[in-house]
């Protein structure tokens, strides 16, 4: 996959050079172009899998920013109550993932994601701490995370 994003990368700035201009946008056109070109040999080069896996990176884009919105609902519902009742803890989380990249990945779209953050690792690599502003059920927690970013993650990088 990095190899095929290398030639896209190298197809924009070819379309850079032919039209004389290296403007972002213009570069994010010969972007686009390139990808265009690659989908369209993608059987005889074998650059199918190369769109599978920008397809599940954007199901994960997708999937963040549907969290970012609906934990940002939650958080905001919370805060205009006029009487908070709460229930903060710190979850331990049973990972999955076991690259470096990958747990770190999970961590910062926990972290982004409002009432929720990313406290530790433990050195096992095997536990990601987190806190929650109200987890009234940790397991609910915990499975949300798991089929929610973790899974996207899995079939986005694996």
């Known amino acids: 996959m990095t190899g095929l994003f290398?030639?896209?990368?190298?197809?924009?700035?070819?379309?850079?050079a032919v039209s004389g201009n290296f403007s972002v946008v213009n570069l994010v056109f010969g972007f686009l172009l390139g990808t265009g070109a690659l989908y369209l040999i993608r059987e005889q080069?074998?650059?199918a899998s190369y769109f599978r896996k920008v397809g599940k990176i954007v199901n994960l884009a997708a999937t963040f920013i549907y969290e970012l919105v609906l934990s940002a609902w939650r958080v905001a519902k919370i805060v205009?109550?006029?009487?908070?009742?709460?229930?903060?803890?710190?979850?331990?989380?049973?990972?999955?993932?076991?690259?470096d990249?990958?747990?770190?990945?999970?961590?910062?779209l926990i972290t982004l994601t409002p009432g929720t953050l990313s406290v530790d690792v433990s050195d096992?690599?095997?536990?990601?701490?987190?806190?929650?502003?109200?987890?009234?059920?940790?397991?609910?927690?915990?499975?949300?995370?798991?089929n929610g970013f973790e899974r996207k993650i899995l079939e986005a990088f694996r």
């Open 101 to 108: 990249f990958e747990i770190t990945m999970l961590a910062n």
């Open 124 to 146: 096992d690599r095997k536990i990601l701490f987190v806190h929650c502003i109200d987890v009234p059920d940790p397991a609910a927690t915990i499975d949300d995370i798991k």
């Open 6 to 16: 290398l030639i896209n990368v190298l197809l924009a700035l070819a379309w850079g």
């Open 80 to 99: 205009m109550r006029p009487k908070i009742e709460l229930e903060p803890g710190i979850i331990a989380y049973p990972l999955t993932v076991d690259r």
């Open 45 to 47: 080069v074998g650059t």
